[in-house]
Structure formats: structure tokens, C-alpha cells
């Protein structure tokens, strides 16, 4: 099988070759403006992986891997509107860009293009895929759902957290990994457990997202501390609320608007509680529980360990280590 | 055959029985409530009569139906956040209830639930089914474009118009009634002169609707005039442009924003100008030529008049006409 990076160039190359009608500009120009915009394209190489897990034909699955790809972009594309977000991936939003109903048509025409691209699957998939695509997608905006409705919420409990986080970021993982099996040719049991490994992939994965914005990490460029100064309720935060007493929840809750503080002084304010609760080291233990409960799945397929190496690097590497 | 009432009475109890979650709330709440607020079920009553002129089992679409019904109504959604519409049927509309952002996710909710719907087809249908609504979809989609483009177009072209409501308008009409053909055992080409049917019938609809805005009719409760009042480039508005000389054109496009004149003044003022172009007579020629047209290619279908009565009866209902 090709390399994760050969893979790689082969998804960029397919969504490149992507045409859409020049009219009506408002609608198709965003779409290609936002396909374009660069990514990681976790998503599309987990269908290719986990194609490549059953077959030597992995091209076969470029059209679903790509519908995934576009049903994720169009995700933050509305997204963005809800959070008016003035910024994706360093260049303008489509809502900044364009505004707020270019945003929401040309979204709504990418996830019928996303649908259009599904459909070309071989038809004897086409039902269990197409089930697996509309599950996803309905549990990915009932995380949006949750995400909104918890920044109004007082108290959000870890099991709360975990369950959002698992709708609105694993899910989409697990579609892709299971759409890719299937195309494969995977048994339903084995689709199962590679569903599972995506679940536990993506909360090692958010969960590391949400450590990494306030501890940092030198291969990211990322701004350090963006979430203490928003306010946002990450698992550091949650996890930290759960540990205190009042007087220091109180802190916790107050300090990102407390106008006497300059920036680094509210994240140093918020850190020092984390660090006194030992949030990070607890972060750390559910990280490599989740990620090694993920690994564990792929050694229960009913492929050989010849065959599930590359998606083990490939699950290493998203997590920034060598496996 | 069940008669069209009772075809609407089994459209009616399908989607009240269809549970959605009551978790997460503002997920799905909207859509029971857009799906609740009734309507004329023209989309779902198209697919059952096509289906039904093919096959004695009409019910074998009602998924189908309702799948097309729940597109329609998620289009309604989305468009009224663009139009910033705070009334739908009589009653607040979603964003106007629950804001801008519960309508963009519940919006999109709702497409996927129509794909979830729409999969429920026979899997010997469903490739075909699917890129039938996936092409209507991107269609409809596209309409809306153009319709806003217009709003800050100076000129329209009669060309550009009819256009601009086929897409808007008759697509979704063809949609249906194709999907439901298909679902009762069409050939590709009964299907072809079925989407023609619809498209021509679409159009006579929509240009209707535009001559009663102006014209009224007892039988809708509708306020008269509405289109003038808010300026909109209608098939009237078009047609009198497309005639007038500079000074009458001039008239056409200040009046609506003329404060010196009550509404009732700028309705008559307006009225004056289409009553010398002669644009009712053409508007209605056109309606009589669009309906003449879709009625025609029922008779080339491979089914005999016995079959398409029914079809006949709902599509002269639609107009407001006996046939």
C-alpha cells in the first residue's frame, strides 16, 4: 500500500480535481474556497486507512473519503456563522469573507455535494454506508447542539463533556473509519471494533487539544492560553471544577473577565489551580487510557498485525508520537 | 386508488407519527414544529400520485414522500433566516422563536434527516433515487441563489427569471414526482416526461402565485399587493420593465419607496402601469400555456387516461381550477 504521505497527496490531489459550476458564484466559489483552505485531512485518510485494512484498492474509496472531507468542511463553515468566527485556518471565514447567508446556502449546497459524492460508491454498499453517513452526521450536529447550549450552562459534569466531545468530534472519525472498512469489505464485527477505536482515538485526541491550548506544545504555532482567557469549558477546566472547593471554582469562574488582570496574568491565575488540582497529570492518564484503549481495537481485528501498522503510525502521529 | 383526500390524510399521519429525539432540544424541537405547521403537502401528494400512476402500492413511498416534505420544509427554514422572516404560516418562524443559530443547525438536521428518510427506499431504487435528489437538492439550492442575486441586480431578464423559479420552484415539484414514479416502476423515459410535466406545471404555479399577489383572488386569504409594496422583481414587475419606455420604467422602480404615497396609492399607481402594458393578459397567457404544456405531456405517458385522471385532478386543484 502507498505511504500516509503518498495517501495524503493522493486525497489533496482528488479534492483539487473537484470541479463545481462557475454559477451561481455566490453559491460554488465558497466551496472550493473553503476546500482549498488546507487541513489536516484526518478524515479522508482514516477511510483510506481503513480501506486499506481489508483491501489493496484503496482508491475505490476517494469519492467517499472525499465526501467526508467536504462533510467536515461544510461543519465548520456553519459552525463559524453560529460562532461568528472571523477566521478559519488563517485566512478570512466564509461568513467574514462573504457574510452570513453566502455561509449558509453554500453550506447547505456542500453537504448536498456531500451526499452527491456518497452516492457514488459501489450500490451494494450504498445502504449500510449511506445509514452510517446519516447517523454520523445527525450525532455530529447534536454535539454542535451540546457545545452551544453548555456555554450557557452553569455546571457541566465530565460525563456531560465527554459524551459532547464524543458526538462532535469522534463521531465523525468513526463514520470515516467505518464508511472506509466497509468499502473494504469488512465484517460487521470488525467495523464495530474499528468504530470504537475511532471513539477512543478522537477523545485522546480533543482531549490533547484542550491540554495543548493551555501547556502548550513546541510543534504547534498555537497562541497559548486562548481558552483560559475565553472562558471556555475545556475537560482542564471541568475536571478543575469537580476538584474544588468554592472559593476556588469562584476563581476559576471569575477570572478570564476579571478586568484588573492583564492576559498572562488570568492564565498564570487559572494554571496555578490547575497545577495545585493536578488537572494536567489527570489529563494525561485519560489521554493514554483513551488512546490506548483505541490501539487495543485494532488488535482484535481479524487482520493480521502486517496490515494494521500503517493506521497505528497514522493514530501515533496524530497524537505527535512515534508509535 | 385512495382519493387525493385521503392520499393527504395518510401524508398527514406519517409525519405526525415520526419521533424525533427529545434530546438534544433545540436540535429537535424546531424540526416537529416546522413539520407541525402544516402547509399544502403539494411535494409529498406528488410523489404518492406519480408513484401511483405505475403501482397499486402507493404507500411504498411514503418515505419518500415525507423525505421530500422534510427537504421542503428545511429549505423554508434556512431561507426564512436569509430573508430575515419572523412569520411562516400564520405562526412565528423558527428563527424568529429560537434564534438565528438553533434555525442553522436545526436546518441542517433536517436535510440529513430527509437523506435518512430517503435511504429507507428499496435498495434496487436507491442509486437512482438518490442522485435524483441530490441533483434537485444543489438545484434548489441554486435557485435561492439567484433569487438573492436579484435582489441587488438592477435588471432582470424574463429569460433570467423563468430560470431563476425553475430552480426555485419547479425543481423540488420534479423531484418529487420522479422519485415517486421511480419508486412505482417507471421507465427513464415516462420519468423525462414526468420532470417536464412538473417543471411546466411548477411554472404556471409560480407565475400564478405572482398575478394574485397583484390581482387577488377571493379564494386566498392573502393580502393584495405585498409584491409591490417590497419592490420584488416578480414575473409582473419583469414583464412591465421589459415593455415600459424610460418615464414608465422610472415609475416602476421609485414608487415602492415613494414616501409621499399611501400603500393603497402605490398598489394603484403600480396596477396602472401593468394594466396599460397588458401584463395581466400575458401573465395569464403564460400560465395557460405553461399548464396546457404540463398537462400535455401526461397524455404521451406509456399509462392509459384512466391512470392519470387522478394525477390531472390534483395539478388543475393546484391552479385552482376544476379540469
Same mark, same amino acid.
Given at each position: ?197 475511532? &471513539? +477512543? $482515538?478522537?477523545?485522546?485526541?480533543? @482531549? ?5 491550548? *493551555?501547556? !502548550?506544545? /513546541? =510543534? ?66 485519560? &489521554? +493514554? $487510557?483513551?488512546?490506548?484503549?483505541? @490501539? ?5 481485528? *481479524?487482520? !493480521?498485525? /502486517? =496490515? ?16
Amino acid at each position: 500500500m502507498q505511504t500516509n504521505e503518498q495517501l495524503l497527496s493522493i486525497i489533496e490531489n482528488y479534492l483539487a480535481q473537484t470541479e463545481f459550476p462557475a454559477e451561481p458564484e455566490l453559491l460554488y466559489a465558497p466551496i472550493g474556497y473553503s476546500l482549498a483552505g488546507g487541513g489536516k485531512r484526518l478524515r479522508p485518510m482514516l477511510v483510506l486507512l481503513a480501506c486499506g485494512l481489508f483491501s489493496d484498492d484503496v482508491q475505490q474509496a476517494l469519492p467517499a473519503a472525499a465526501a467526508v472531507e467536504v462533510f467536515h468542511n461544510f461543519t465548520l463553515l456553519h459552525d463559524d456563522i453560529m460562532d461568528n468566527a472571523a477566521v478559519r485556518r488563517g485566512k478570512p471565514s466564509v461568513q467574514a469573507k462573504w457574510g452570513r447567508n453566502v455561509a449558509i446556502l453554500s453550506g447547505d449546497a456542500m453537504m448536498i455535494y456531500a451526499y452527491r459524492l456518497l452516492s457514488g460508491v459501489p450500490s451494494a454498499h450504498l445502504p449500510r454506508i449511506l445509514r452510517t453517513f446519516d447517523d454520523m452526521a445527525l450525532e455530529v450536529c447534536e454535539g454542535q447542539q451540546y457545545d452551544m447550549d453548555f456555554e450557557r450552562k452553569r455546571k457541566v459534569s465530565v460525563v456531560e463533556y465527554m459524551h459532547m466531545i464524543e458526538l462532535k468530534t469522534s463521531v465523525l472519525l468513526a463514520g470515516a473509519t467505518v464508511i472506509g472498512a466497509i468499502l473494504g469489505g469488512a465484517s460487521e464485527e470488525d467495523c464495530r471494533k474499528l468504530h470504537r477505536f475511532a &471513539i +477512543e $482515538l478522537g477523545l485522546a485526541f480533543q @482531549l490533547q487539544d484542550d491540554l495543548l491550548d *493551555s501547556y !502548550g506544545d /513546541e =510543534r504547534l504555532g498555537k497562541a497559548i492560553g486562548g481558552d483560559i482567557l475565553e472562558g471556555k469549558k475545556t475537560y482542564l477546566m471541568i475536571t478543575a471544577m469537580s476538584r474544588a472547593d468554592e472559593p476556588t471554582r469562584d476563581i476559576l469562574r471569575t477570572t478570564c473577565c476579571n478586568e484588573k488582570l492583564s492576559d498572562a496574568e488570568k492564565i498564570a491565575a487559572v494554571k496555578a489551580v490547575y497545577d495545585r488540582l493536578d488537572v494536567p497529570r489527570l489529563t494525561e492518564q485519560q &489521554i +493514554e $487510557l483513551r488512546f490506548d484503549r483505541a @490501539l487495543a481495537q485494532l488488535d482484535t481485528l *481479524s487482520v !493480521g498485525s /502486517e =496490515r494494521t501498522r500503517q493506521l497505528k503510525e497514522f493514530a501515533a502521529g496524530l497524537m505527535g508520537r512515534k508509535k
